[in-house]
């Protein structure tokens, strides 16, 4: 079942990864860009809960601790709705290529966990536009546990999931938490048809395949040879930190 849109006709391409904490998406997702960016491509990069319009709001609930699950979820919306707007639908409808780390799946698995409805998530993020492809970085959860501890010296309240009062331990709680996240992206995958890739493979492996499942996808996307794009995504105001050296600064004027 699809409840995302896909009745527009749109040039750019959408390329996007999910997966739990420690999955290593966001390396996959950074190794893509620098292909694609030496191969001449515009792209612009857009994360999850990252526009300016909810961020202070958003750390200011989690830090007083005062973020129900349907507080939680309607803030998220309002951030993603801000970054479809602004950014992914402006980049796409310019031809650029938008990468986005964490998409709709990571709210409706996220929500869903703590007890927000799954259906009533559907219809809220329902404006979102379907990637072009989404990749799942599929882990086991003790392997994706080890690396996240290996580098974290704390685990903040809401990231451990202690909100849902599994057990007050943050590490156990932790565990946990992302064990329930982790049922929820196998339901996804499933019912969305997410690309499941082995983030156990080698490194190299895994990009090697991410590339080949783009390519495809990349005969109709304009590159930045000329100004055509770039002007169009300066119009209209798109910002990115992986558009090419100093259209970013050009795009938000003085």
Do not use: C
């Not at 995958?189 to 997410?194: F, I, Q, R, V, W």
């Not at 990009?207 to 996808?217: A, F, G, S």
């Amino acid at each position: 079942m699809n409840t995302l849109r896909d009745d527009l006709d749109l040039p750019g391409k959408l390329f996007i990864v999910e997966g739990i904490d420690g999955s290593g998406k966001s390396t996959q997702l950074d190794l893509l860009h620098k292909w694609l960016a030496s191969q001449g491509y515009l792209v612009v990069f857009t994360e999850w809960n990252s526009s300016p319009i909810v961020k202070s709001t958003t750390r200011r609930g989690k830090r007083r601790r005062l973020l129900s699950p349907i507080s939680f979820s309607l803030i998220h919306a309002a951030d993603f709705a801000s970054r479809v707007h602004a950014q992914i639908l402006p980049a796409l409808q310019a031809g650029a290529i938008v990468l986005a780390d964490r998409y709709v799946y990571t709210a409706f698995a996220r929500d869903a966990v703590r007890g927000v409805s799954r259906e009533w998530l559907r219809r809220l993020y329902s404006f979102a536009v379907k990637p072009t492809l989404a990749f799942y970085y599929d882990v086991p959860l003790h392997e994706a546990i080890r690396r996240i501890m290996d580098g974290r010296l704390n685990l903040k309240y809401y990231e451990a999931g202690l909100d849902l009062a599994l057990d007050p331990d943050p590490e156990e709680s932790f565990r946990l938490y992302q064990g329930l996240i982790k049922a929820e992206y196998d339901r996804l995958a499933d019912e969305y048809g997410l690309v499941r890739v082995d983030a156990t493979q080698h490194l190299i492996q895994q990009q090697r395949v991410m590339r080949e499942l783009v390519k495809p996808h990349l005969g109709s996307v304009m590159r930045t040879d000329g100004g055509q794009m770039q002007d169009a995504l300066r119009e209209a105001g798109v910002r990115g930190r992986y558009l090419p050296p100093g259209m970013s600064s050009r795009a938000t004027g003085p």
